[in-house]
RNA sequence: GGGGACGUAGUUCAGUUGGUUAGAAUGCUGCCCUGUCACGGCAGAGGUCGCGGGUUCGAGCCCCGUCGUCCCCGCCA
């Protein structure tokens, strides 16, 4: 029944045949789309990656081959040779590139055949997870998928390309490593010929590539493979992908042209025009006019609005004056009901003392010049949904004033906060009311649009944020902690505060966001020792301690550390944005579920005693 | 570790207050069909209602447990 290839060719793929090739004799493998039996005229779509293309196969033209196409069924594998025929204009095809012409196949090959797959690739939409992921193969085969992997290796290749005319070098680094001072948990490979003992995953390149530095490789870069055995999220994978880059004698500036050039041309080369250089914003202004460290300038700011209150009205109201009083706009959303406003309730943190205030209309009754005034203020017009938050002052819980992260308090961050994810989720979720999100789908959505740059899109958008705190509080064990890796620079005119006042130590650290969504982070690091010396005694680390923990690392630092700097970027959500996915799953080829599950190859399994004794091995009994 | 949603035909789902033989669409199988493109027509097959236990005269439906998928919190410098 199956039919040997022998020596066909294919001549073309799936997606290429146009009008121009009318009268030419061609072939075309591909997989069975669908079938469509008139009879004695059948048609078969024949799928690859390029595209679709139908074959006719009729019985007074070729008995043997309408034979076979009686046979195919979907997902068959086929190999189709005949004439490229114009089509008659009412069958014309127009939601097909390929709709124009068809193939009158002389010859039919069916190479192979196929069970009834659970689902097929030729449907719009399929909902089951478990099921896609179990049969990936056939989940890969949706166009798709095809189309976000497309895009994933166009940005990898544009990176590549672009770094490297910049000077970098691409460099391996291990995957068999040691434990890095990371704070992630790690994956462990036990080691045979060292019973006891155990190589790391590395959890990102950050030594290496830093020891690179040192070892005058000058730009090196790597699209590298990490690993952390934490929980899962949408957009956490515990194997992820970075853009990882470092390079010598930077400034902050020369990392972020780097990257925004490499971003412009990965985006470039799928159609999108990305406008360089990004904008910045340090971090204390971020939260202060987006009550978080990775905004969505797709959305409007927070407004400070406690010009519009006097002293008396906020004591009236039972708002903290000393604390800010934002008022947060999605636009085009509406007034809410009162049972919407019900259900957001749990949208909003109220749990360090920020308090809501969501029903303006009321408000509007006892004070309308206070409204008009924060309607004026927040530029918002009758359409938009406006909401304010502000500090309740009987919450003294916990939160302090004293003890600062950056130049705003913990209690003013607790509001500003508040307000920002309650910005970002009544954003998500009356996101087709405003359409602020919608244009991604548009733009990169369409696997046919082929050329034509979306100039200056407003689908994406970039900004670096800088001059993140050098250390947090850790209330549990009551001393500072770097809000980062250790190796990270403060900047040279906070230095004489490391001990004094930790909490206003700006750090040279710098996050991308895009859409809301935390890009990469890198840094410009420490490359004295003696820096690095007082960056361990601020932390209340010993000279032994730190000897024991980063010991090849501080040895590493004493000959010869040039200046340096760098940053990762994660290549999964990279993609993710410009494929408008909302998981990463949709962008890695073989992913695992929330419970780190492979559920193609059924990992992680049991394995034999022989191997875990050779390993040294005894698991605990539950 | 915690919270939430979901689990019924291959797939996507419906299933009333707990009541007789669990439905639809699609897919699948067979037959018919020479211009379809989500082809159409006729006929048919297809179910351990995730799994285990309980309540009940009676459970897809109620209760307890458990497993799986997804989302979130913790966690991820």
Not at 360 to 382: G, H, Q
Not at 496 to 502: C, F, G, H, N, T
Not at 530 to 543: H, K, N, P, T
Request: with cysteine; net charge negative.
């Amino acid at each position: 029944m199956l039919d040997f290839l022998g020596t066909k060719q294919r001549t073309h793929t799936c997606g290429e045949l146009r009008t121009a090739h009318a009268g030419q004799t061609v072939t075309i493998m591909g997989w069975v789309n669908r079938r469509r039996d008139h009879g004695n005229l059948i048609f078969l779509d024949l799928r690859d990656r390029y595209g679709m293309t139908q074959v006719v196969l009729d019985k007074d033209l070729s008995p043997d081959g309408h034979a076979k196409a009686e046979q195919a069924r979907p997902e068959y594998v086929i190999c189709a040779t005949g004439a490229v025929r114009e089509r008659g204009k009412d069958a014309v095809n127009p939601k097909m590139p390929t709709g124009e012409i068809e193939i009158a196949a002389s010859e039919l090959l069916i190479l192979n055949d196929a069970k009834v797959p659970p689902f097929s690739p030729a449907e719009e939409a399929i909902g089951n997870e478990e099921v896609r992921l179990k049969y990936r193969y056939i989940d890969l085969r949706r166009p798709e998928m095809q189309h976000n992997f497309e895009v994933r290796h166009k940005v990898a290749l544009a990176v590549r390309k672009y770094l490297s005319s910049q000077g970098f070098f691409e460099i391996e680094t291990p995957f068999m490593t040691r434990s890095t001072p990371e704070g992630a948990r790690d994956y462990l490979v036990p080691s045979r010929v060292h019973p006891g003992e155990f190589y790391a995953l590395p959890q990102s390149p950050q030594l290496f590539k830093q020891i690179l530095m040192i070892s005058g490789m000058d730009r090196y870069f790597q699209i590298a493979r990490c690993f952390r055995d934490e929980d899962l999220r949408a957009d956490r994978q515990p194997e992820f992908t970075q853009i990882d880059l470092e390079m010598t004698f930077p400034q902050q500036e020369t990392v972020f042209r780097v990257v925004e050039g490499f971003l412009a041309a990965a985006f470039k080369a799928v159609g999108i025009a990305l406008p360089t250089p990004f904008p910045q914003i340090t971090y204390d202004e971020a939260m202060r006019r987006f009550g978080i460290d990775k905004p969505d300038l797709r959305l409007p700011g927070l407004t400070d609005v406690r010009e519009a209150f006097t002293v008396g009205q906020l004591e009236t109201l039972a708002i903290d004056p000393a604390l800010p009083i934002v008022a947060v706009r999605v636009p085009k959303v509406g007034e809410l009901s009162r049972k919407e406003r019900e259900d957001n309730r749990p949208l909003f943190d109220m749990r360090k003392g920020a308090k809501l205030i969501d029903d303006l209309k009321r408000l509007e009754k006892t004070f309308p010049e206070v409204v008009a005034k924060v309607r004026a203020a927040a530029d918002a017009n009758e359409h938009d949904l406006l909401v304010i938050v502000a500090g309740d002052p009987t919450h003294h819980i916990r939160a302090s004033d004293t003890k600062l992260t950056g130049r705003l308090s913990e209690r003013e961050i607790a509001v500003l906060s508040a307000a920002g994810n309650l910005r970002v989720e009544l954003a998500k979720k009356y996101a087709d009311r405003h359409g602020c999100f919608g244009v991604t789908d548009a733009v990169v959505g369409d696997p046919e649009r082929e050329t034509g740059l979306v100039e200056g899109s407003r689908a994406f958008r970039p900004i670096w944020v800088t001059d993140f705190p050098m250390f947090e509080y850790d209330e549990a064990e009551q001393q500072w902690m770097p809000a980062h890796h250790p190796f990270t620079s403060p900047h040279d005119e906070d230095m004489d505060r490391l001990v004094s006042d930790p909490a206003s130590v700006r750090a040279r650290y710098y996050d991308l966001a895009m859409n809301g969504l935390e890009l990469g982070s890198g840094s410009i690091r420490i490359h004295r020792q003696d820096v690095q010396q007082e960056i361990f005694r601020a932390l209340g680390m010993s000279d032994e301690e730190a000897k024991t923990r980063f010991g090849f690392f501080l040895e590493a630092l004493q000959y010869g550390t040039p200046p340096h700097g760098g940053i990762a970027l994660g290549l999964d959500r990279l993609v993710m944005i410009l494929a408008g996915a909302t998981s990463l799953r949709e962008v890695i080829a073989f992913p695992k579920t929330a419970k780190a599950i492979d559920l193609m190859v059924d990992a992680p399994t049991p394995v034999s005693d022989a191997q875990l004794r050779e390993l040294h091995i005894r698991p605990t009994k539950q």
